[in-house]
């Protein structure tokens, strides 16, 4: 009968009757450990958007916000996310399947003014690139969303006539 479970993919040993063996010592820090991390475990990355000093931000090497150690975000990933959002609020964008999204103009409101705080709050810290891409971008978006506000309910202007 023994044999029988032995075939299933596990084994057990009976260790009753030996010399016991000391239980591994119990952890002495929590399951998640903090910032530093302690001996053998290995560091927690930073958090994002740390920096060594506030005037190198947006300004490391490699341009655009400069690339983290394996290719990650950058600056201008997060600006182009909340300007795709902002398309996509303003029905500008078209989904996989040819058709186009229903204008949600709060969305679009939200993701435009985000970008409007992102300029504010980065005046100074970024690079020509990242400045024009933000700007440029702002300008237009906000132009795309005057025009839908001010679009005559219940259709588009053709030609100069209101449907």
Not at 30 to 37: D, H, K, S, W
Not at 90 to 112: C, E
Request: aromatic share 2%; no cysteine.
């Amino acid at each position: 009968m023994p044999e029988e479970k032995e075939d299933k993919g596990f084994k057990v040993i009976d260790r009753r009757g030996q010399e016991p063996t000391p239980p591994p010592p119990a952890p002495q820090t929590p399951e998640v450990p903090p910032a530093g991390a302690s001996e053998g475990n290995p560091p927690s990355p930073p958090p994002i958007g740390n920096r060594e000093s506030p005037a190198t931000e947006g300004k490391l090497p490699g341009g655009a916000g400069g690339p983290s150690a394996v290719g990650g975000p950058r600056f201008l990933d997060l600006v182009q996310s909340l300007q795709m959002g902002a398309m996509v609020g303003l029905g500008l964008l078209q989904g996989p399947d040819g058709k186009r999204p229903p204008v949600d103009l709060p969305a679009a409101k939200d993701a435009i003014d985000l970008l409007g705080i992102l300029q504010e709050k980065t005046k100074g810290n970024l690079t020509k690139e990242e400045e024009e891409v933000l700007r440029e971008g702002l300008y237009h978006l906000r132009m795309g969303y005057m025009a839908m506000i001010n679009a005559p309910p219940g259709g588009r202007i053709q030609g100069g006539e209101q449907r």
